[in-house]
């Protein structure tokens, strides 16, 4: 059972424009959540966090939105940027527990 | 700051050969360690991960096996590799602030058996 799930393997935007990620779970224990970026071939690099008792947070061009009740987050990158094109992994935990990542969603950014 | 080294960056071993990777942190005491496995296409599946010296805990049943012989190195390891080891192995780092961590990822090493 995938209790991090990210149903779109893939994303095209235009640059300048708005990049939204969306990211849902299961388990109802998650209480924190990471979104990492990782270009082919390297390791994940730590993008933004948030926690459950948030709803939003802010980094530069990077924002985090927390539904809890749906169970659904999503980053949004505004503006895109030719350097975003990337996978993105969103990770949740509860606390104690290990992270599990979803599966990736493909960022492509066009000029 | 801290720094995350894996070794080495890609390595290609024929089936039933065995295997080492090494991962060592620095600027950083008392970690947890982790190993993950990328498989083409797919998200990051956690194998291994270490509180302490000696101390491992496994996520996934297979042929690969970790230790963690000092503080800050963390080695996987397999006596005979599997065509179905193929894949981006990742090392992390976390400590905990306040109950919560943050997990740092090493550049990776692609492993691909023949």
């Known amino acids: 059972d995938q209790q991090v799930k990210q149903n779109s393997p893939s994303l095209s935007v235009q640059e300048g424009r708005i990049s939204i990620l969306n990211c849902d779970y299961t388990?109802?224990?998650?209480?924190?959540f990471l979104w990492y970026k990782k270009y082919p071939a390297e390791g994940p690099t730590f993008l933004i966090s948030i926690s459950s008792i948030k709803d939003k947070n802010e980094d530069g061009r990077f924002t985090v939105f927390l539904n809890k009740s749906a169970k659904h987050l999503s980053l949004h990158i505004v503006p895109s940027q030719p350097g975003d094109s990337a996978v993105y992994f969103c990770a949740a935990s509860g606390y104690g527990q290990n992270f599990v990542f979803g599966p990736g969603t493909r960022l492509s950014v066009l000029p | 700051s801290q720094t995350i080294h894996q070794w080495p960056a890609t390595l290609v071993q024929p089936v039933g050969s065995p295997l080492s990777l090494e991962c060592t942190v620095e600027g950083t005491s008392n970690p947890n360690l982790y190993w993950y496995r990328q498989a083409a296409g797919r998200g990051l599946q956690l194998l291994f991960y270490s509180v302490g010296i000696g101390q491992i805990s496994s996520e996934v049943p297979q042929n690969l096996s970790a230790s963690r012989p000092q503080d800050r190195q963390f080695i996987l390891s397999s006596k005979k590799l599997l065509l179905s080891d193929s894949g981006f192995y990742l090392c992390?780092?976390?400590?905990?602030?306040?109950?919560?961590?943050?997990?740092?990822f090493g550049p990776g090493t692609r492993l691909l058996v023949l």
């Open positions: 388990n109802s224990m998650f209480d924190y």
């Open positions: 992390a780092w976390s400590v905990s602030v306040a109950g919560r961590e943050t997990q740092y």
